[in-house]
């Protein structure tokens, strides 16, 4: 049973467009987190929301959390070949993230 | 600057052969994880250490073990590598349970 839907699960898109990302669940998070991931490399945090509603912003990509803290979507702005990578949302549960599984996005010139 | 570090970033074992990858950190964190991954798929929870305290996760095979002897330091160690245990191997720490987790690059490793 996947906690954490992430969706989609590939995007394809050419340099100039605007995307986003969701994380959905029925669970409540205590916190969630962002990574990027290139091939051969390890998860880069992106950023963290804590409270519910709240927007964050870093150059192009726009992080908001659910007023629940239930879910969480990542826009990315006119985006660059340098955005091609792995996102993965994760939420705090406990003692452990629950991971989403996942978007690939590939952003072609 | 304050970094998880892994090494080797590359190895290489047969199969069977004993194989222990390292992490160390210098964010002076309480808590380290070992996570497994799989081509593009989200990291797989093996175990976490909080300070001296290890919390194996129900169905990591008997295969993986851990040791931490110091804040700064822990090991992945797989007795018996089989083919099905290549993958990327990511070590991660935080301040806390719940707290934010900051990912080394990992270790890829390939059983031959």
């Known amino acids: 049973t996947q906690l954490l839907e992430q969706s989609p699960q590939f995007l394809s898109i050419q340099e100039g467009e605007n995307l986003t990302v969701y994380c959905n669940s029925s669970s409540v998070f205590s916190s969630l987190q962002w990574y990027r991931q290139e091939p051969g490399e390890g998860p880069v945090l992106l950023v963290t929301?804590?409270?519910?509603?709240e927007v964050k912003k870093l150059k192009r990509l726009t992080f908001q959390f659910g007023d629940a803290r239930k879910d969480s979507s990542l826009h990315i702005t006119a985006a660059q070949p340098g955005d091609t990578g792995l996102y993965l949302c994760a939420g705090a549960r406990g003692n452990k993230l629950v991971f989403g599984a996942g978007t690939i996005l590939r952003v072609k010139s | 600057d304050a970094m998880v570090i892994q090494n080797p970033r590359y190895q290489v074992t047969q199969f069977g052969k004993p194989v222990t990858l390292s992490c160390s950190q210098t964010l002076n964190h309480n808590v380290m994880y070992w996570y497994q991954q799989k081509s593009s798929q989200a990291p797989k929870l093996l175990f976490h250490y909080y300070d001296k305290d290890f919390n194996n996760e129900a169905d990591t095979p008997d295969n993986f073990q851990s040791r931490r002897p110091n804040t700064s330091f822990c090991f992945l160690d797989i007795r018996s590598p089989g083919l099905g245990d290549a993958a990327m191997y990511l070590c991660a720490t935080s301040s806390g349970r719940q707290e934010t987790q900051y990912f080394g690059p990992g270790t890829r490793l390939l059983v031959l």
């Open positions: 929301v804590v409270t519910g509603g």
